[in-house]
């Protein structure tokens, strides 16, 4: 039974560009949440997307936007990429609001 | 903003020796779960305490929670080399659409052969 699956794993973006990362959750999850962890920190909650719409956002601008397909996969999207983007994103995925997640195994973002 | 903190920030230790780490937090919480984090990689989930339990075990780990205190603790025995990453505290509350995990800075972990 596969996990988390995120891909890419590494990214290499230039300042300006726009970037899209992708997750699958695990099998019998329907829930999706994104997290950004900056180097030496914990992780900073992105968003939430249940039944494909987003239904949580922390505090994150609208440059990033995500989306949940019809098979509970999701995708983050971050526009006019920053230096301060450069990161890793987990995406973590949940059926039962009052469980523990999984994690996935990250993208690592580098903007240049 | 993060809401656990977690003490120390860094740990180093013999093999065979426990480990304990502490959580602090802020708001009334559903659950407080802990994780492991190796290498900046992913992370993986240890154990869930319930705001309702005050203790919970699991293999070598055990977790306390004090509601009162806004505090919960991971001790890890009889360490491993294995053991070394860095451990997370997150806060679980539910909100009326959806929920979130506040995470800590977390520790650093270093068990010694």
């Known amino acids: 039974d596969a996990g988390v699956t995120q891909s890419p794993t590494h990214l290499i973006k230039t300042r300006g560009q726009q970037v899209t990362l992708r997750c699958s959750p695990k099998?019998?999850?329907?829930?999706v949440s994104w997290y950004q962890q900056a180097l030496g920190q914990g992780p900073q909650f992105i968003f939430q997307?249940?039944?494909?719409?987003?239904?949580q956002r922390g505090n994150f601008p609208d440059r990033f936007s995500g989306h949940q397909f019809p098979n509970y996969s999701s995708e983050l999207n971050v526009n006019a990429l920053l230096l301060g983007d450069s990161a890793l994103y987990l995406c973590?995925?949940?059926?039962?609001?009052?469980?523990?997640?999984?994690f996935g195994s990250g993208t690592r973002l580098t903007v240049v | 903003s993060q809401q656990g903190e977690e003490d120390p920030q860094a740990l180093s230790i013999q093999e065979g020796e426990n480990a304990t780490m502490n959580c602090s937090y802020k708001?009334?919480?559903?659950?407080l779960q802990w994780y492991r984090q190796n290498s900046g990689r992913g992370l993986v989930h240890l154990i869930l305490?319930?705001?309702?339990?005050r203790e919970k075990h699991s293999g070598r780990l055990r977790v306390t929670l004090d509601t009162s205190k806004k505090s919960s603790s991971l001790l890890i025995t009889a360490s491993r080399a294995a053991d070394t990453a860095s451990y997370f505290c997150?806060?679980?509350?539910?909100?009326?659409?959806?929920?979130?995990?506040?995470f800590g800075g977390g520790t650093r972990v270093l068990v010694k052969p």
């Open positions: 708001t009334s919480i559903n659950n």
């Open positions: 973590a995925s949940s059926w039962d609001s009052r469980g523990g997640y999984t």
């Open positions: 099998s019998g999850h329907d829930t």
């Open positions: 997150a806060t679980d509350a539910l909100y009326a659409a959806g929920n979130k995990l506040t």
């Open positions: 305490i319930r705001s309702n339990e």
């Open positions: 997307y249940y039944e494909e719409e987003e239904r």
